[in-house]
């Protein structure tokens, strides 16, 4: 078996509510990744402050808190060689305007704020993210 590495996934509140979790999780699945954990959350506030700590000086900080606490988001493990850089190219950049045609934000996000998912930046952060929403009992492998 291959060497795999998992990267955290967040499927955010705007496109939980616009029904995209399928269109999201086939990207995830067209780039060549597996899910080994899955489940619909409701962050509260002390959550989303706790995951975001490293954003807490920025300005745009509270109106993150309260975009991830504003609905239902959909955390998912995902594994393949390298998964973070994998799911990362699938997310396209940050701010919808400067994604690569057919990336999940080119196709789905609103906008920089309202960009449908998350991904880790690195394999150190994907460990720690991971333990933010899944036991190790909950992960398939």
């Known amino acids: 078996m291959p060497n795999l590495t ?4 967040l499927i955010k509140p705007d496109a939980f509510e616009r029904r995209l979790t399928g269109k999201i999780v086939d990207a995830a699945l067209d780039a060549g990744l597996t899910i080994v954990a899955m489940k619909s ?3 509260n506030r002390a959550q989303a402050e706790a995951f975001y700590a490293v954003h807490r000086e920025r300005p745009f900080f509270d109106s993150l808190v309260a975009f991830m606490t504003s609905g239902t988001i959909v955390a998912m493990v995902l594994e393949g060689g390298t998964a973070v850089p ?5 997310m396209g950049a940050t701010d919808p305007a400067d994604a ?4 999940i934000r080119r196709r789905f996000a ?3 704020e309202r960009n449908c998912c998350h991904g880790s930046d690195s394999d150190a952060n994907a460990a720690i993210e991971i333990g933010c929403f899944f036991s190790g009992e909950e992960l398939l492998r």
Not at 86 to 90: E, G, I, P, V
Not at 100 to 103: L, M, V
């Open 6 to 9: 998992r990267t955290l996934a």
């Open 110 to 112: 609103e906008s920089i």
């Open 100 to 103: 690569a045609p057919g990336t």
């Open 41 to 43: 959350v409701n962050l």
């Open 86 to 90: 994998a799911w990362r190219d699938a």
